[in-house]
């Protein structure tokens, strides 16, 4: 196992760290920052994870509502989404999380520029705002005529008792034609967005899924599950799958429509990008359908490689093996010359990530393409599995916040259940070493010595670089101009910094080129002025400052 | 056409609100903390409130917005969140040390109906906050109101908690300014200074929100108002306030409060506002206006005479917050534009806004405020009647790219421009700014536009 040497011993760090706190608190921390080890049977310390973050501390995470609304349903164009709720929500995640999408004719819906709520006022709070949720779903349809809708919770609304899935079964009724759906995801739901990706994953599941009976064609068809075409990736993926020649029926929910997630559970394969935010939906998929699951990473070029051979291994077709192959060849042709171009540039620079739950694991694979390396990471909002691997998911206690949320129940479905391969054929290949429902977590792939970190809050950050000195972070918005004020350059991995894509094989060599930039640029070596590297005084000319 | 949904002819609503044009108050009450020299904003309610408010300001800046949250869960949100906030006060002064902490209720908090008074009572009975310590609350619900609102709110707080009145007038003159830029707010300041006035401002996010890079971060930079010179400004002769919807009410209670004269005006935006901002500050202060005041506004006039052709008649639609808006229209009306359309979020309140727009445009004018006054409105409203020139912010980018209309940028929230935050658009230096910033558009736009036959070389 590859070991990594940090300048300050990673226990030396979390001990200093958590001293700062409560001794309550301290020892809480203690548990979210572990320093990885890695041993013979790939198993690593256990870390805490998916726990409330203390009143006070700055953290970099943010709600349930965000992550149902804003994460998981978001990037759909075609389901014309009302919050329920005071205006800010609505507000806050109208495209700011850059999920592009692209009709596919000049008229086709695409609601994606909308931002709809119902503004509740304080009248509405004291009386209940149900009725004007139903007002505002008469003018939605009167004015655009969607095919479905979907109602998202905002924490007042829970509190005063608006039942939003009572008036999406009214409104239903009065508008047949229209699936009309709700999401308690009020933002006091869970600890994290976490609990609104399981909230909107089991919603879109019951409601969604399975509406549509019309297969698409194709001999390979697969759904891609947690990528939100964030900054074109998903453009970028599509694209690799077409020249490999798979059929990619829907992707949940990167640049998707209505449709595609109406009859996703025709399709053979689903692939896991994001395991964190929406597992949920492959596993019951697999319980309701018997459509299988593994997990791919389409981040970095080596990782697109191996994710698109193991889809084509899964299809066991000689034809697209060679073809995969073959687009591999070609693009990996391009990628190399470019890195090895850059990797002389950025060879041993070190880098920290926080990021959701899993570009903190996924970027690393790129970071380590060009020779950069992470020696601290860390999810938001990751639960244990995300970290130590899914082998640990019997031992994951549930704590009262997560037991809150709505976990289903599954069965088979009566007509549609159809295992896409036996049982006797995925023992087979497992004993092959091809695996399914996996997910190795992120630890099992960080250098032994490296610190790993769940819920890095402001303070921890401070301190990681001021321990640590590392030449890249990479966080979210709210981290950005702490750390570039500092002359450390700061990669967004939410917004790609307005850029992209960064996934597949153009995605690899846009991120190679950009992390070239941050690293090699010229404007971070001016944070600190001439005479700040030589303060002494020699005078010259003897002016005499005036006051 | 990226809002091809929104049909033409204007849609009657009652319920459903498209594209606001406003948002909530917690934001505007974090901001205005922002402003307080060594103060921590602190956000009562879900965590996603505290993250989506420092995500957009910090979009919005292109600098760190420090803030805390209580951090609710589903219990706290039943059993009130007095616990959250009492631990949370211990973390906050422990890690991060500031002077102040500046709490801001949310819908969530409201709703539970937590008491902020009673639980800051009991925060310093049991010793949560040390010796030489203050925490300030204000009341802003999301369901009221809106951004401007709840700036208010929280530069009322300050006066509330901090101003005294000693019987000693301290002579000087405090300024209150509505929500406007870091760069404006330092730009009022200039202004009082070239006149040699002793003043004190408050919100002040100068030197907070635009710091300079040097290689170190400051959890508070070195701006923010002292908390001291609110405490004086109880003594100060007269208070300036700079936008009734944003300023007055802190300004009105310095007057209740400790007795202080109070002078509403609106923002000084463009040369009418400007004048009467100078001029109001002359009478009080008895001094008279400096040369270099006057040699500013001089070339801000000889620009607006010398180029008056580019910007004569030509219509405008303005979507913003209020207070802003007011001043906007009347710059307008100083270049000699025609304003189309006036649309704001806000609720109006007492502020007549329409009135006064009406004042300077007539009935022609389309003046539309509160609920469901949003966007898409303002859409069908300049697919009626077409505007040469939409002022407003980012989110105006969709309905101008669809429509091929130039957008001037101001407002909040501006996530796709940078340069408000060190620019200014108040003062008369701030003037010249804003109408070059127009007259590049109009010249640029008449550059593209004309037969190859008028392409004008000297314009």
């Known amino acids: 196992m590859e070991t990594y040497q940090l300048s300050v011993p990673g226990e030396q760090f979390r001990e200093e760290v958590s001293d700062a706190y409560s001794p309550k608190l301290g020892k809480k921390r203690k548990k979210q920052i572990i320093v990885n080890n890695v041993d013979e049977s790939d198993s690593v310390p256990e870390i805490l994870a998916n726990t409330r973050t203390a009143p006070g501390i700055i953290s970099m995470r943010g709600c349930a509502y965000a992550g149902c609304k804003g994460v998981v349903l978001g990037p759909t164009r075609d389901i014309l989404q009302i919050t329920h709720g005071p205006i800010g929500c609505g507000f806050y995640s109208w495209l700011t999380r850059r999920n592009k999408t692209r009709p596919t004719t000049p008229e086709a819906e695409n609601y994606m520029q909308y931002a709809m709520s119902t503004d509740l006022q304080e009248d509405e709070i004291v009386f209940g705002g149900e009725k004007k949720l139903m007002a505002a779903i008469d003018e939605a349809v009167a004015l655009f005529h969607p095919r479905a809708i979907g109602i998202f919770a905002t924490c007042p609304v829970g509190l005063i008792g608006d039942d939003v899935h009572a008036v999406a079964r009214a409104a239903e009724e009065k508008y047949p034609g229209v699936n009309i759906f709700g999401f308690s995801c009020e933002g006091y739901k869970g600890v994290s967005q976490s609990a609104g990706h399981h909230i909107a994953n089991n919603k879109v599941f019951t409601d969604v899924v399975g509406q549509i009976d019309k297969p698409k064609e194709g001999k390979f068809r697969l759904n891609i599950l947690g990528e939100y075409n964030i900054g074109g990736d998903a453009f970028e993926i599509e694209r690799i799958a077409a020249l490999c020649g798979v059929t990619l029926h829907s992707t949940f929910s990167g640049n998707s429509i209505y449709d595609e997630f109406a009859s996703a559970h025709t399709a053979d394969l689903n692939v896991v990008m994001c395991h964190r935010s929406i597992n949920y939906l492959a596993e019951m998929m697999e319980l309701k359908y018997g459509i299988p699951w593994f997990k791919v990473n389409l981040v970095g070029a080596e990782a697109t490689s191996k994710s698109f051979r193991k889809i084509a291994a899964f299809f066991k077709d000689t034809e697209l093996i060679e073809r995969t192959d073959h687009v591999i060849e070609t693009e990996m042709e391009i990628v190399q010359k470019v890195r090895d171009e850059i990797r002389p540039r950025c060879e041993g620079k070190t880098a920290i990530l926080f990021v959701g739950g899993s570009r903190a694991h996924h970027y690393q694979d790129l970071l380590r393409e060009i020779g950069v390396v992470t020696i601290a990471a860390g999810y938001e909002f990751a639960h244990r599995d995300d970290y130590e691997g899914r082998k640990v998911l019997p031992t994951i206690v549930v704590d009262a916040d997560s037991r809150n949320i709505e976990e289903l129940t599954v069965t088979a479905d009566e007509n549609r259940y159809r295992p896409r391969i036996s049982e006797e054929e995925k023992s087979v290949r497992e004993s092959e070493g091809f695996t399914f429902s996996d997910y190795r977590g992120m630890m099992p792939e960080m250098p032994v010595g490296t610190l790993v970190i769940d819920d890095c809050n402001h303070y921890e950050l401070e301190k990681l670089i001021e321990y640590y000195h590392p030449d890249l972070v990479c966080a979210g918005i709210k981290e950005k101009y702490i750390v570039q004020k500092q002359g450390i350059p700061m990669k967004q991995l939410h917004s790609y910094d307005y850029m992209g894509p960064f996934a597949g094989f153009r995605g690899a060599v846009n991120f190679y080129r950009e992390i070239d930039r941050l690293l090699n640029c010229n404007a971070f070596k001016f944070a600190k002025a001439p005479w700040d590297e030589s303060p002494e005084l020699t005078a010259t000319y003897g002016f005499v400052a005036s006051e | ?459």
């Not at chain 2, 409060?257 to 935006?269: R, T, Y």
């Open chain 2, 1 to 459: 056409m990226l809002l091809r949904h929104t049909p033409s002819g204007l849609s009657e609503r009652k319920a459903l609100t498209i594209n606001p044009a406003k948002t909530c108050q917690p934001i505007g009450a974090m901001y205005a903390a922002l402003g307080l020299h060594n103060c921590m904003p602190h956000s009562h309610g879900s965590q996603g409130c505290c993250a989506y408010h420092r995500s957009s300001l910090t979009r919005h800046y292109n600098d760190p917005i420090m803030a805390t949250t209580s951090s609710f869960s589903e219990g706290s949100s039943v059993f009130g969140g007095q616990a959250n906030l009492l631990e949370a006060f211990t973390n906050i002064f422990t890690l991060y040390n500031p002077d102040i902490i500046a709490v801001n209720t949310t819908c969530l908090s409201e709703v539970i109906g937590d008491d902020l008074v009673q639980i800051i009572k009991k925060a310093y009975e049991e010793k949560k906050i040390p010796d030489g310590k203050i925490v300030i609350h204000a009341n802003t619900p999301s369901f009221t109101g809106s951004h401007i609102t709840g700036y208010a709110n929280m530069a009322t707080a300050m006066v509330k908690y901090f101003a005294q009145n000693t019987g000693k007038r301290n002579g000087k003159i405090t300024l209150i300014p509505s929500f406007i830029e870091p760069s404006d707010m330092s730009e009022i300041k200039h202004i009082a200074s070239e006149m040699g006035i002793k003043y004190i401002m408050f919100p002040d996010t100068s030197d907070v929100v635009n710091s300079p890079m040097d290689g170190h971060f400051r959890m508070y930079p070195k701006g923010g108002c002292p908390k001291e010179s609110v405490t004086a400004s109880g003594d100060s002769n007269a208070v300036i306030a700079l936008g009734r919807l944003g300023a007055m009410p802190a300004a009105r209670l310095l007057d209740t409060q400790c007795k202080v004269p109070v002078h509403v005006l609106d923002l000084p935006i463009g040369i009418t506002a400007t004048d009467n901002f100078v001029d109001t500050l002359r009478k009080i202060a008895g001094v008279a206006v400096p040369e270099s005041l006057r040699k500013e506004r001089g070339q801000l006039v000889d620009i607006l005479c010398d180029m008056n052709q580019y910007t004569y008649g030509k219509k405008v639609s303005l979507l913003g917050d209020p207070d802003i808006l007011l001043s906007m229209v009347q710059f307008c009306k100083d270049a000699g534009m025609e304003v189309l359309h006036v649309l704001t979020g806000t609720p109006p309140g007492k502020v007549k806004l329409e009135d006064r727009v009406r004042e300077l445009y007539g009935n022609k004018v389309i003046v539309k405020t509160g609920l469901q006054c949003d966007m898409f409105m303002f859409h069908q409203l300049v697919q009626e009647n077409r505007p040469d020139l939409i002022m407003g912010n980012t989110y105006c980018k969709y309905i101008c790219r669809d429509m091929d209309i130039p957008l001037l940028r101001i407002g909040y929230p501006i996530y796709d421009r940078i340069g408000q935050s060190y620019v200014p658009i108040t003062g008369y230096r701030g003037g010249i700014h804003l109408l070059l910033k127009i007259l590049s558009i109009f010249m640029d736009r008449q550059d593209r536009d004309a037969e190859e036959e008028n392409v004008e070389l000297i314009m």
